[in-house]
């Protein structure tokens, strides 16, 4: 009887350690996953300011360019917010989301080359803390 306990234990120990082996495994792909989310997402942000950049120097040939960056970033921006719970990946969202904004709004009050330093620093950022 006794070693039928044993081996019930034994048995009952190994299927936790499995299970909690599992789970951890999981998590931390999961976590992973979502690391490589953020910095291919923040790769995406970073290609989109550069363009948003060389707009805003030939705004006087294309006045669109700025705006179709802008949205880019915009687009980008949804795609990491909904993947992360990251406080500082979404502080950094936010800020970058509030860059954009600025921009937006300066153009619409008739700047035609706006300070796109802020969303520059946003975008630096936002690489920064997705950067494992």
Request: glycine residues 4%; negative net charge; contains cysteine.
């Amino acid at each position: 009887m006794a070693a039928s306990r044993r081996r019930r234990r034994t048995t009952i120990a190994t299927a936790v350690a499995a299970v909690a082996l599992t789970t951890g495994l999981a998590t931390g792909c999961d976590a992973v996953n979502k690391a490589l989310d953020c910095v291919q997402t923040a790769d995406a942000i970073a290609d989109s300011v550069t363009d948003l950049q060389q707009a805003v120097e030939s705004a006087s040939d294309d006045p669109t360019q700025i705006d179709e960056s802008l949205n880019s970033i915009d687009k980008n921006l949804g795609e990491i917010g909904d993947k992360t719970d990251n406080a500082d990946v979404n502080k950094a969202v936010d800020d970058l989301e509030k860059a954009v904004t600025n921009v937006r709004d300066a153009i619409k009050n008739g700047d035609e080359t706006p300070d796109i330093s802020p969303v520059t620093d946003a975008a630096g950022e936002l690489t920064k803390v997705c950067t494992p």
